[in-house]
């Protein structure tokens, strides 16, 4: 009597080695598919978030102390896109692992998108702009089909017998799997495409502000004629642009208010046309970021208009025991500055509704933002302003205060080299050495400038105010051979810039600029 043999079925052990790699790519496909799909649905309709966005915003808010600084030194100013990549690369890394998985244990394809998903919907209830249920929504449809994409493209691509997987099989599979990939990276981008597109709204062209009390023009020399020195007022384009938000809040003025509550005798709430319609006034301020390196640029000066924020917090009537104003943006972000500083009737902090004649740009803040002469951006300058909440300095750390940096942040006197560009080649004869010099609120009394250890003073530009930067230039007579050039400030307090080198955290970058050229 023969003997029969019951034949079992195939395990992840009897495959070939090439089927879990096969099913890894399938995962890596179903995630693609996910994440595309979901790009896609926020660029289409409004109140979708940005799975990617906001898994990059929940990292940024969990940050430990120095987490910036690190990104910010590997990666300069495209840190964001670093992170959005990073994110994306770990999303497709999970899908191949969960890909891999699946091929012994099927169920983990819906379990391991299921709890990815989960946490990417606990990262848009984050997001004060997002709508849960279409958050939701998006999300459930996300992972519904990246575990479909990822089941059609195994149960194709892996083996259910013993053996070699034909050739043209093999070529079928790369196509389905990579066809796939392309098409959910075309997706991703055609919908991010369409968010950024929103976030140029119309309605900033749209946005009208009544006239302001008119500047008279710049004073006489109030700009040096030095090629390749920054200019006195930088164009919005090229202004600066540091924040948390990786994609920029979209605002609808219908629905935009101004809020003024805490410490306050009456809470008090304003539209964009009510704030419009209050006193306005124009000036040029200088600010700048506390994360600005020695001879770095993120530092600039424009010609604000808006209206004044003690006049805004006046109508709330500010109770006497507040010591800390907090600004909030839509986005959730806060900054907190004394009340004192905002108070002194030395400076004119406002509310900021145009920038260099123009509506003030989305990037820059659209509708309101916070500009407040002296005090660096990340205690200050609160962009899409939503709220101003009156409470005490020990009763609230504002967003940067609990990641290491110090919570009163006078911006410091520093001053840059613009000419020559560091590590060049300059031709010998005379020629200028130039750049720009700050200390908002307190001025720019004097600049030095070194040439091989001789200091010579440099000659300003006649300055706007004490809220804004000069431009200054010393000529030289330049020999062959290399030279090293570095400038100090003196403010006009008498304070002189120091040469002792610290980085930006706490509380800003010190030490002086100095850089070294070669003369042919």
Same mark, same amino acid.
């Not at 987490?67 to 910010?72: I, M, P, R, T």
């Not at 809220?467 to 008498?494: I, K, M, N, S």
């Given at each position: 009597?023969?003997?029969?043999?019951?034949?079992?079925?195939?395990?992840?052990?009897?495959?070939?080695?090439?089927?879990?790699?096969?099913?890894?790519?399938?995962?890596?496909a179903g995630v693609s598919v996910a994440v595309g799909l979901s790009e896609l649905a926020a660029g289409l309709v409004p109140g979708v978030p940005s799975l990617v966005a906001s898994v990059g915003s929940a990292v940024i808010d969990l940050q430990p102390p120095g987490a910036k600084e690190l990104v910010v030194a590997l990666f300069g100013a495209n840190d964001k896109l670093a992170l959005e990549l990073f994110i994306v690369g770990v999303a497709l890394a999970a899908g191949a692992l969960?890909?891999?998985?699946?091929?012994?244990?099927?169920?983990?394809?819906?379990?391991?998108?299921?709890?990815?998903?989960?946490?990417?919907?606990?990262?848009?209830?984050?997001?004060?702009?997002?709508?849960?249920?279409?958050?939701?929504?998006?999300?459930?449809?996300?992972?519904?089909?990246?575990?479909?994409?990822?089941?059609?493209?195994?149960?194709?691509?892996?083996?259910?017998?013993?053996?070699?997987?034909?050739?043209?099989?093999?070529?079928?599979?790369?196509?389905?799997?990579?066809?796939?990939?392309?098409?959910?990276?075309?997706?991703?981008?055609?919908?991010?495409?369409?968010?950024?597109?929103?976030?140029?709204?119309?309605?900033?062209?749209?946005?009208?502000?009544?006239?302001?009390?008119?500047?008279?023009?710049?004073?006489?020399?109030?700009?040096?004629?030095?090629?390749?020195?920054?200019?006195?007022?930088?164009?919005?384009?090229?202004?600066?642009?540091?924040?948390?938000?990786?994609l920029l809040p979209s605002v609808d003025l219908a629905t935009w208010r101004l809020r003024i509550h805490g410490m306050v005798e009456r809470e008090t709430s304003l539209t964009f046309e009510q704030l419009a319609q209050l006193p306005l006034f124009e000036?040029?301020?200088?600010?700048?970021?506390?994360?600005?390196?020695?001879?770095?640029?993120?530092?600039?000066?424009?010609?604000?208009?808006?209206?004044?924020?003690?006049?805004?917090?006046?109508?709330?009537?500010?109770?006497?025991? /507040? $010591?800390?104003?907090?600004? @909030?943006?839509?986005?959730?972000? +806060?900054? &907190?500055?004394? =009340?004192?500083? *905002?108070?002194?009737?030395?400076?004119?902090?406002?509310?900021?509704?145009?920038?260099?004649?123009?509506?003030?740009?989305?990037?820059?803040?659209?509708?309101?933002?916070?500009?407040?002469?002296?005090?660096?951006?990340?205690?200050?300058?609160?962009?899409?302003?939503?709220?101003?909440?009156?409470?005490?300095?020990?009763?609230?750390?504002?967003?940067?205060?609990?990641?290491?940096?110090?919570?009163?942040?006078?911006?410091?006197?520093?001053?840059?080299?613009?000419?020559?560009?560091?590590?060049?080649?300059?031709?010998?004869?005379?020629?200028?050495?130039?750049?720009?010099?700050?200390?908002?609120?307190?001025?720019?009394?004097?600049?030095?400038?070194?040439?091989?250890?001789?200091?010579?003073?440099?000659?300003?530009?006649?300055?706007?105010?004490? /809220? $804004?930067?000069?431009?200054? @230039?010393?000529?030289?007579?330049? +020999?062959? &051979?290399?030279? =090293?050039?570095? *400038?100090?400030?003196?403010?006009?307090?008498?304070?002189?810039?120091?040469?002792?080198?610290?980085?930006?955290?706490?509380?800003?970058?010190?030490?002086?600029?100095?850089?070294?050229?070669?003369?042919?």
């Amino acid at each position: 009597m023969k003997s029969i043999t019951l034949a079992r079925p195939t395990t992840a052990r009897d495959e070939p080695a090439g089927a879990i790699w096969r099913d890894a790519a399938a995962g890596i496909a179903g995630v693609s598919v996910a994440v595309g799909l979901s790009e896609l649905a926020a660029g289409l309709v409004p109140g979708v978030p940005s799975l990617v966005a906001s898994v990059g915003s929940a990292v940024i808010d969990l940050q430990p102390p120095g987490a910036k600084e690190l990104v910010v030194a590997l990666f300069g100013a495209n840190d964001k896109l670093a992170l959005e990549l990073f994110i994306v690369g770990v999303a497709l890394a999970a899908g191949a692992l969960v890909g891999a998985l699946a091929g012994r244990w099927p169920w983990l394809a819906a379990a391991g998108f299921g709890a990815f998903g989960l946490l990417a919907f606990g990262a848009t209830l984050l997001d004060p702009q997002a709508s849960p249920a279409l958050s939701a929504v998006s999300v459930g449809a996300s992972v519904w089909i990246g575990v479909r994409v990822l089941t059609w493209l195994a149960r194709r691509g892996r083996l259910r017998a013993t053996g070699s997987m034909p050739s043209w099989s093999r070529r079928s599979f790369l196509i389905r799997s990579g066809g796939v990939v392309v098409a959910a990276g075309v997706g991703g981008v055609l919908g991010r495409s369409l968010i950024e597109a929103r976030l140029t709204s119309p309605a900033v062209a749209g946005t009208t502000v009544p006239p302001a009390a008119r500047l008279a023009s710049l004073p006489p020399a109030a700009e040096l004629n030095v090629q390749g020195i920054t200019p006195l007022v930088v164009p919005n384009e090229d202004f600066y642009r540091i924040d948390t938000a990786l994609l920029l809040p979209s605002v609808d003025l219908a629905t935009w208010r101004l809020r003024i509550h805490g410490m306050v005798e009456r809470e008090t709430s304003l539209t964009f046309e009510q704030l419009a319609q209050l006193p306005l006034f124009e000036q040029y301020v200088t600010i700048a970021c506390v994360s600005n390196e020695v001879g770095d640029d993120l530092v600039g000066n424009a010609k604000w208009t808006g209206v004044s924020l003690r006049d805004v917090l006046d109508m709330a009537g500010v109770q006497p025991g /507040a $010591t800390q104003l907090v600004g @909030r943006s839509v986005d959730g972000w +806060t900054a &907190g500055m004394p =009340t004192a500083w *905002v108070m002194d009737p030395a400076r004119e902090p406002m509310i900021a509704l145009r920038m260099n004649d123009e509506p003030l740009p989305i990037a820059h803040g659209f509708p309101a933002r916070l500009i407040v002469p002296g005090l660096y951006g990340y205690v200050s300058a609160t962009k899409w302003l939503s709220e101003l909440e009156l409470t005490t300095l020990e009763a609230f750390d504002a967003f940067w205060i609990p990641r290491g940096w110090a919570k009163e942040a006078p911006i410091l006197t520093q001053s840059r080299i613009d000419v020559p560009r560091p590590a060049t080649g300059i031709a010998a004869g005379r020629g200028a050495i130039a750049g720009v010099a700050w200390a908002p609120d307190r001025g720019i009394s004097r600049v030095e400038v070194s040439v091989d250890g001789e200091w010579r003073e440099a000659r300003l530009s006649n300055p706007i105010s004490d /809220a $804004t930067w000069v431009q200054w @230039r010393v000529d030289w007579d330049a +020999t062959p &051979g290399r030279h =090293t050039l570095a *400038v100090r400030a003196t403010d006009g307090e008498g304070t002189v810039q120091t040469d002792q080198r610290t980085p930006p955290a706490p509380d800003g970058a010190r030490g002086h600029h100095t850089i070294s050229v070669q003369v042919g």
